[in-house]
């Protein structure tokens, strides 16, 4: 019998397939990692009673936790 079953995809061609698409995943995450680390940080320039006011307004924090935050700010 000739050939080894694995018909168009046979010995190098998988591989090939296989090494192709390690590639694109190392350049996606070298893509995304540039993006991450590069790109504009929300609220960079808060100060701190900007960060505490903002997430008691978002509901993040209960007002006990917003009044004894500001305590220590002070």
Known sequence: MMGDGLGAFGG??????WGALVWVAIIALLVWAVIAFTGP?????????EILKRRFALGEISEAEFEQAKRRLA
């Open 12 to 17: 190098m061609g998988l591989g090939m397939l």
């Open 41 to 49: 940080r929300p609220h960079a320039d808060e100060t701190p009673p």
